[in-house]
């Protein structure tokens, strides 16, 4: 159905935005790479593909997916219920906490985890005398849902807080107890919201790879071996068709989810929730709160411990104070070739993701799925995958009749010292958490309420401005500061791009763990982690 | 978000005037570690006024950057990183020759005949031992391959991925070495080993860390990253070396096909080779062997007269390595 | 005077293979005009009204404005405002920046943007709530600054969506007078949706009453009343007693016999020679008067409203419900009452069965 007919052209440059956006930033590069992994050569690679081994990786893949995206679901609704409803103390400090891991960078968290609760882990050994082998399934479901909660919680929140608490009344009146009315209302009201993040964090978890790699154990997925064949087989054909294998999962979770949430439109938000919350103050509120506290220590004993790492000698062997390692850190001007890049591609992410967004539940019925699945795209490639694929598509200048249209955008001595290709690969990695928070909050709202903008004589993009954007700018508020976080702490892409001028955080800390020099890796940590909380703060002001 | 677009536009065309790409500029591929390139680039620009700048990357990142850029690469020098890797890269017609003459000071079999690449450091393999954990088991310093199959080390040992680490692929050949070059043996003495080992790395010294936090018993690791472990802070760990035999890992440097500025490649790995820079490894906590015969090493690097080598052949590992790697994949790590 | 509103043939299919929600539905409302869609829930009548205020695309037929066919003009450039079921007031903003939203994108002056919304809010009586939110207001203010944002924009045609569902009854009543009212004072043409026939009956010029897509009725509220133009308008619009009777036509009028007398009542074009109709008598034109005797009837069941008193009287004919308005409590009939039972010819219908 078309909601208007006339008026498009703002609805048409935005569609043609987005579209070159995803093409430029996801599917050429992405093309470049597969293009690889269509020729001839390739094709003994795909017969290999049914070999136990590989069905063995895909298997893992699944599962590790799956398991992350329910348990960093669950550990979101966990989160935004005892904070929109129960009544116990400490509900600020407990949501400042949950936010934390959106700043997760790369081997810090990995490594962290293993000092505390390894082996010879400082809680698992040290304090309870286990003998816990954390590398694996376990370590990497643990690392992996803590560090991706914070954007189901935080879709979840502010969703929480939009339902109509008379409903709840209702169903209580009705005779509903508690325990029904959120598995038989609050539940299926969330719906929409648990399947977008637990997408999100699906597609998140199996395309990670620094944990893997840290984690993993003998747990191979196909992110890590994707990265394998090209770091150690130096052979970019089986990475593609790693990539490509990595890709159906993500894809059929997505039609998935679209076919399950397009049946069931769930609209509640009218703009005047009515009744009020009632917390639950009984005994049954405490379970839940130990719990969400529990994981609350967990993240603080994680960061703390980055923390405390940047400014001891070895942390766990000699907690000598010292600077040095800070020193190091704040020397180097990764600190702010990151910042900046980042700064410049969060706006672009985030509106990116929130104009798709918008263009995708509004405006194109037919269109939507391919937008909506396009800017997704960027989070399910494997980032190695993807900066080979930048390499391959954006190194040369491109050249029409002897004259250069566009000069090399990556690597050393391109434009802008590489940091073209960087942004681009910032946007696209961290389009897709604004696009499904963006996505989830406008199918609450109730189309009426742009309706009435309309009828009164507003072209489209100007109720998106003056309407709906207003209205979920909550939703837009987690795009950006999640498109910062992963920006921020994004490594594999980047891995490819960085160049002599433009150094980036994570690869320094990647290095430096890489030389063991742990101090350093906590301290590049602790900065960012830093920067970034300071910029949410920051957004947050701009933004409100 | 037109006006948002207009940043990163009018960044570009403010730094493209910067970074036109000068003549007299340098870009490096460095596989060592961070502080090790730093240090290398800064007093090559102190010591020829040419400008350097470093990326550091994974031989096999460094490998499909050079490869993806189809003859336009952005590096002009590659340095540092296992020689296996500039022996794909050389078969894959990706490095410009150059037989530097500082190069006659470096031993024959720690260079490319051709002189595609150049030995810069020798690392050696040896076990880094946490003495505390092993006898919790009742065992004494490993001091051979074969004592680290003993069952009492279930999941004590540390060792790197041969595919993402150099370690762990050098591991891998010294055991096909030492099994005559059959690289069935060498694959099956990793299948025994398996059970034993804690979780395969990324990265090399990663085993020493483990080994230094107590989490492993024994590390299999190059002996220097177990010399800068203990420089780091742990200082209890004990090098051992195998006593069958081990492999080693040869650094190597290279000018890169097509460079844009080759006169500043050379330049470079004529510094690389200098005993000047060879010296400089362990001002950065690197005790790598030196290749230059004029370097004495350091009294913390591996002491060449105790050690028996095995015989390492370069080239067969470096062509081995991708078919080698993916069997490793399949019958051992997937098949686990 | 503008605002001629014309509807050709519209119809409306979501989906290709599914019956037509909108079925060839054509109508007319001139300038000033206040026309209802009436209807049970699912006849059509809110998906027409999005085809007119173009929020919806009609599957063929057309809507003109003042002649001028508006198929190509989009929702916002259509000169209409709309007034939502749930208000749609937009959360964000104080009930002034509500209000003068649709000014804002007509780039008045400061100064006539101020005063036009000064006299909306003076018109709906919301005065002294311009800075609060909507959330801040109850559903009758609520609904008033919906109303006041419609009309401040000077639309040439108001839409309403069942903006009355939403509130109790006394006030439901109040607001269709405030919106007649309105609506009058302004003179602009409505097209008002509702399944309240009570509503319907009170607020509007004509009323179009629609089943299943189609229109079965347009006529003013008496005519919809007392000529219904089918069974269904008679049984949807009001209470209504059917007679099943053998009638026999003369002259356009029916002979009817019923209750045990021959009568001649006015009856539907439809109708034909000699067939079976159905009587419709509605409970305000039935009397009953009691008798000591055996009458035609006997009370079986009494329903007392206050200002009236409901009988259900069985005859040999059927049940009928008698309605008596402002009963005395000496006249009130107890259950078991044999009562006599007639109506005035002129006040009964006949209709054909369907």
Sequence with gaps: MSRDRGGRLPVRVAIGAASALVLAGTVYPLASVLAEAATPAALPRYARLTSASDLGILRNTLVLGFLVATAGTALGLLFAFVQTRLDVPGKRLLHWIALIPMVSPPFAVATATVVLYGRRGLITHGLFGLDYDIYGLDGLVLVLSLSFFPVAYLGLLGMMRALDPAMEEAAMNLGASRRRVFRTLILPLLAPGLAAPFLLLFVEAIADLANPLVLGGDYVVLASRAYLAVTGEYDTTSAAVYSLVLLVPAIGLYLAQRHWVGRKVRVTVTGRPAGRVHLVSGWARWPFYGLAVLVALVIVSLYGTVLAGSVTEVFGVDFTLTLDHLRVALGSEAIADT????????????????????????HLRAGSGWLDFAGTLGIAVPGTVLGIGYVLAYRSDLEIGGVTVLPGLVGGGAVAGGSLAIVLAFVVRSVPAGLRTATGSLAQLHPSIEEASTGLGARPFQTFRRITLPLIRPALLTGLSYSFARCMTSMSTIVFLVTPDTKIITAQVLSAAGMGYYGVAFAYCTVLTVIVLASLAAIRKVVA | MKRTLAIPIALTLASAACYGGGKDRITIACGAHEQWCATMTRRFTEQTGIEAGFVRLSSGEAMARI??????????????GPA??????????????????????IKPEWRDPGGAWTGVYLGVLGFCNNPDVLAETGLEPVTSWRALLDERLRKNVGVAHPA?????????????????????AGLDYLRRLHP????????????????????????????????????????????????????????????????????????????????????????????????????????????????????????????????????????????? | MTGLLRLENLTKSFTWDAPPVVDDVSLEAAPGEFITLLGPSGCGKTTTLRIVAGFETATSGRVLLDGVPLDDVPAQRRSMAMVFQNYAL??????????????????????????????????????????????????????????????????????????????????????????RRVQNLLGITSLYVTHDQDEAMAMSDRIVVLDRGRVEQIGTPAEIYLRPASVFVADFIGRANFLEVPASMTGGQAIVTVLGRRQIVAAHPLLTGDSTALLMIRPESVRVTPTAVEGNGSVLGVTFHGASVDYQVETAGGTLTCTVAGPHPGELLAEGTNVNVSFAADRAYALPRR
């Design chain 3, 90 to 179: 937009f959360p964000h903003l104080s009930v002034f920046d509500n209000v003068a939203y649709g000014l804002r994108l007509r780039d008045r002056t400061r100064a006539e943007l101020t005063e036009a919304v000064r006299i909306a809010l003076t018109s709906m009586n919301l005065v002294g709530l311009e800075g609060r939110h909507p959330h801040e207001l109850s559903g009758g203010q609520q609904q008033r600054v919906a109303l006041a944002r419609a009309m401040v924009v000077q639309p040439h045609v108001l839409l309403f969506d069942e903006p009355l569902s939403n509130l109790d009854a006394k006030l439901r009543g109040a607001m269709r007078a405030e919106i």
């Design chain 1, 339 to 362: 910042t900046v890049l980042a700064a410049v591609a969060t706006p672009i992410a985030g509106l990116a993701g929130l104009v798709m967004a918008w263009l995708a539940v509004r």
């Design chain 2, 84 to 105: 296996d890797g500039y022996e794909a890269a050389k078969k894959e017609g990706l490095l410009e020759p150059y037989l530097s003459p500082a190069a006659a000071r």
């Design chain 2, 67 to 80: 490869k993806a850029a189809r003859g336009k690469p952005e590096f002009d020098a590659w340095h540092g």
């Design chain 2, 164 to 184: 993402t680490s150099g370690t762990g692929y050098t591991v891998l050949w010294t055991q096909v070495a030492l099994g005559g070059g059959s690289q069935d």
């Design chain 2, 196 to 336: 034993n080992v804690l979780q395969f790395n990324k990265s090399g010294n990663a085993a020493a860390q483990q080994a230094g936090r107590g989490e492993v018993g024994v590390g299999i690791v190059f002996s220097h990253d177990c010399v800068a472990q203990q420089q780091q802070g742990y200082a209890k760990l004990r090098v051992t070396f195998p006593e069958e035999g081990t492999g080693y890992e040869i650094g190597g440097v290279a000018v890169i096909k097509g460079a844009r500025n080759p006169q500043g490649a050379r330049a470079y790995v004529d510094w690389a080779l200098s005993a000047e820079s060879q010296r400089l490894g362990p001002t950065v906590g690197f005790y790598a062997l030196p290749t230059n015969a004029g370097v004495t090493p350091d009294s913390k690097a591996a002491d060449l007269s105790k050690i028996t080598l095995v015989d390492y052949d370069v080239p067969g590992a470096g062509q081995a390595k991708p078919g080698l790697v993916r069997r490793f994949e399949d019958e051992i790590m997937a098949a686990s």
